[in-house]
């Protein structure tokens, strides 16, 4: 299909979010939506109140959002935080883990008809920098929550592509 044929079936919703697409066009995926969080309370705040324990909490969450959000994705978000807690000291495997969680917030950017600004790299790479990498993420989530303005989590939100 051509720019003009896919351009048309993609309409603009309420606040630049994206709308159900007209009847004429055709099924589109679907996903429940994420929850906005801040990023100072995910970075900082709450895992200081819980001695780090919120990072695999928060990990887990972003990654089942992430997975429910564009069922397309192949996630485990078990098997991301087993990742870090039974590989966190190789240092490796969080670094490949970060970048695969980068990789997927980009995925979910451009789901939601976003350009993908996320960068995995970034993500892995911020983890030296006091662990910003984490308010990093959140950020570029919350981008996602932002492209469908008013939507509860969890409520079900068509995809852009």
């Excluded at 994206?18 to 055709?26: K, M, N």
Aim: net charge neutral; with cysteine; hydrophobic share 45%.
């Amino acid at each position: 299909m051509h720019d003009s044929q896919h351009n048309n079936q993609y309409q603009q919703g309420p606040g630049g979010g994206v709308a159900a697409p007209d009847a004429s066009s055709g099924s589109r995926p679907t996903g429940l939506a994420m929850q906005r969080r801040g990023t100072l309370m995910v970075w900082l705040v709450l895992p200081f109140i819980t001695l780090g324990i919120y990072h695999l909490v928060w990990y887990y969450k972003i990654h089942k959002e992430a997975q429910e959000f564009d069922r397309r994705q192949d996630l485990s978000p078990a098997g991301s935080v087993l990742v870090m807690i039974f590989l966190g000291w190789t240092l490796i495997a969080p670094l490949i883990s970060f970048y695969n969680t980068g990789k997927s917030v980009a995925n979910a950017q451009r789901a939601a008809g976003l350009p993908a600004t996320c960068s995995p790299l970034l993500s892995s790479l911020l983890l030296f920098v006091f662990g910003v990498n984490v308010w990093y993420i959140q950020r570029q989530l919350n981008l996602v929550v932002d492209a469908y303005p008013g939507v509860e989590p969890g409520t079900e939100v068509t995809l852009a592509a």
